[in-house]
């Protein structure tokens, strides 16, 4: 007999994506722990590195470089990722709570949450300014704000070191563009007062050579659309202000219940709080055996430390105590690829610290870019011959990726024998079944998914929205459904907490569509599947597959490729924020096209056979051929471009082998790509697409028309 996966126990939850997080997760993926399911709750599938944004401000990196895909790394680790900013933490009930979805339960948690600033407390910042954190939205703002022509007009809140490096920055990309620049940097008392005499003379001439104003002593009364208002009256132009300084604790901190110092939660020796099997560290945690300036080294630091304790919590082994440095290398961007370095009392500068500086950044950021590949499995040392074959050398994919091929499915329905009762409506081709009841007209259909993301919560909806979608494109209205839950091998405690979880947003979705959930089955296997039986109710004749007519306008609601692009993301070859928005697309109801869509002469959702896979069932079924316009058709972001490097979803080749005369290339072949809560395909009247359109892109922004039917039988043009 093969061994059993081991079993899950325990849940360890990381909230927030910093640097300690960071780090932590990537020794997790090359040292996991049995029996510990690892989850990573972050706002964004990205979490931006600090320590190399001034340079992206004054051009010296790309908007890219700035960034740790999450999404990547916790496939790396293990760990499932749940996109959502946390707004409470019950550290009684130990439950993490995140906005539009149920409570995340812990056994052991670990705060890395960074900080924010208090400066959108000033009057007219939050509707004319620009904080620099959190860095993502000021990276984008300052983004497309450089690339204008014309004058330029910017200011700087609050005189410490970032706010120095951003303002130097900022000065030295504006003059590199040739845009007349004027640059104000703004502080209540006295600039860089945190740093020694030698730095600080240094970059107070950096200041002067770029021609940067600085304004000391001076308190900012309001922030207008172009100025900048001080208290004494003096008004600065600035058409792009921002801020940094105010650096405070997230206010859900201060409202866990947890001891804390101005919403910064106190830590001990071990980095644990007030509560044992509750971690922090970074710069929303304040050291209380020494207390120490907000810097990103100390987070680094600490990551080792956090990593080991928060496997002898659950393990019984001796904590690791973190010993924090006295003092630590500052090193300074000064605009230019130039810097100042300052330690220990000494002062350095010019291009050479720049160059040791942006080797620094590069080196922690390269952790990150080439993550270790690690090993497939391992072969026995007798095995067939043709094992190797069949196990491939990718992972196999999940959802409509791992369905089994249309060829072998018509092959084994081909000799069931047909249907002798009268209350069933034999369709043609359709995936639901049309039966009669008390002679209402009920449709009947099932799907089951085998899980491709780790989060529960996130697969159930998409699960739930992909099993209702036979039950939208027949023109029904949900009725009930029973869920076929499978988990993977986990403690009873475990079981409870995801089982919680999965029901929950189960019946979320299917009350948003007007159904209820009426029973189900549970069990435990070697992985998580998930799947619905469902029901909808007819108030007219059902739409099918075969009331297509040559002339009506093909309509498609979602975009394409999320068979592609989660199949690069099990490889770590899809950035994640492609992933985040495939999950979105695939989580997205489609309850409100269904109802504008119900005008449509034939109807399909477009899953595992792919576009032209489910188009060619229409065609067969409605006895028309179609006419198709690739560069019509929509599709997520990344999808294009992952095809045209050749990565393709495991259903792939079965798909196109359906039509084998259209032959696909690169970005063409996503024709052929799995959807999994794919778009409804509707074959709507040509006098009728612009209207029906236009409804559906208030709830449906990708959908389009991508083609036509032909009145050439089984012909699909490609153009």
């Not at 600033?117 to 990276?139: N, Q």
């Not at 001891?259 to 001990?268: C, I, Y």
């Not at 909808?536 to 975009?559: E, H, R, V």
Request: aromatic share 6%.
């Amino acid at each position: 007999m093969q061994p059993s996966p081991l079993p899950l126990t325990k849940d360890v939850v990381l909230i927030g994506g910093g640097h300690t997080h960071a780090l932590v997760l990537r020794k997790w993926g090359m040292r996991p722990l049995a029996g510990a399911r690892l989850t990573v709750i972050n706002p964004g599938p990205t979490a931006p590195y600090s320590g190399m944004l001034p340079g992206f401000v004054a051009g010296h990196y790309g908007r890219d470089a700035l960034d740790i895909d999450l999404v990547q790394l916790a496939r790396f680790a293990g760990a499932r990722v749940v996109l959502g900013a946390v707004e409470h933490i019950d550290p009684v009930g130990r439950l993490v709570h995140v906005p539009g979805r149920p409570p995340i339960a812990y056994d052991i948690a670990a705060v890395n949450v960074g900080i924010t600033s208090t400066m959108p407390d000033l009057p007219g910042f939050r509707e004319h300014a620009i904080p620099a954190k959190p860095l993502g939205r000021f990276a984008a703002e300052w983004d497309s704000y450089r690339s204008q022509s014309g004058p330029a007009h910017v200011a700087v809140l609050g005189g410490g070191v970032a706010g120095v490096e951003l303002v130097l920055a900022m000065a030295h990309a504006l003059r590199n563009a040739g845009r007349d620049m004027q640059a104000t940097l703004i502080d209540r008392s006295e600039i860089l007062s945190d740093t020694g005499s030698k730095a600080r003379d240094r970059l107070r001439r950096a200041l002067t050579d770029l021609g940067v104003t600085v304004i000391e002593q001076a308190k900012v009364a309001r922030i207008e659309p172009t100025h900048v208002v001080l208290e004494d009256g003096r008004r600065v132009r600035s058409d792009f202000t921002t801020g940094a300084a105010g650096a405070r604790a997230y206010s859900w901190l201060e409202t866990s219940g947890l001891s804390h110092n101005d919403g910064f939660l106190r830590v001990d020796e071990y980095l644990q709080t007030c509560t044992a099997d509750l971690f922090a560290s970074g710069d929303c945690a304040e050291f209380s055996p020494s207390p120490r300036p907000k810097a990103g080294v100390y987070a680094v630091r600490q990551a080792p430390v956090l990593f080991h304790n928060i496997r002898a919590r659950l393990t019984g082994d001796p904590m690791r105590a973190y010993r924090p440095q006295k003092d630590y290398l500052k090193l300074i961007s000064m605009g230019g690829r130039t810097a100042v370095g300052e330690r220990f009392g000494q002062t350095f500068s010019g291009g050479l610290i720049w160059r040791w500086k942006d080797h620094i950044d590069q080196t922690f950021m390269d952790q990150f870019r080439d993550l270790p590949e690690m090993d497939g499995p391992t072969l026995p040392a007798e095995h067939t011959a043709d094992l190797p074959d069949a196990l491939g050398d990718k992972p196999m994919c999940g959802g409509c990726g791992a369905k089994v091929g249309g060829s072998a499915l018509k092959e084994s329905l081909r000799s069931l024998p047909g249907t002798y009762r009268e209350d069933i409506t034999p369709l043609p081709g359709d995936d639901a079944a049309l039966l009669t009841t008390g002679g209402k007209k009920q449709v009947l259909s099932t799907d089951h998914l085998r899980a491709f993301t780790l989060d529960p919560v996130v697969m159930t909806r998409i699960a739930a929205v992909h099993a209702l979608g036979d039950i939208w494109a027949m023109g029904a209205n949900p009725q009930a459904a029973t869920a076929n839950l499978i988990l993977p091998k986990m403690s009873a405690n475990l079981q409870a907490r995801t089982l919680r979880e999965m029901m929950a947003a189960a019946t979320e979705v299917m009350r948003d569509a007007g159904a209820e959930i009426v029973g189900g089955h549970t069990s435990l296997g070697a992985e998580m599947t998930v799947g619905f039986s469902v029901t909808g109710l007819c108030d007219d004749a059902p739409i099918t597959l075969a009331g297509g007519k040559p002339g009506d306008a093909l309509i498609l609601t979602k975009p394409l490729g999320a068979g592609v692009i989660m199949a690069a993301e099990m490889q770590g070859k899809a950035k994640g924020a492609w992933v985040a928005e495939a999950l979105e697309s695939m989580s997205q109801s489609q309850a409100a096209s269904a109802e504008v869509l119900r005008v449509a002469n034939a109807m399909t959702d477009v899953t595992g056979f792919g576009l032209l896979g489910h188009l060619l069932g229409m065609c067969d079924a409605s006895t028309t051929g179609a006419e198709l316009v690739f560069d019509a058709i929509p599709t997520l972001t990344g999808a294009k471009e992952l095809a045209a490097t050749g990565v393709r979803s495991s259903l792939f080749a079965d798909n196109a082998a359906l039509l084998p005369q259209i032959q696909t290339a690169g970005a063409q072949d996503l024709l052929f790509d799995p959807q999994t809560a794919g778009g409804l395909l509707a074959a709507v009247p040509a006098d009728q697409a612009s209207e029906v359109v236009e409804k559906l892109k208030s709830h449906a922004p990708h959908t389009a028309v991508i083609g036509r039917l032909s009145d050439l039988p089984g012909s699909i043009v490609l153009s």
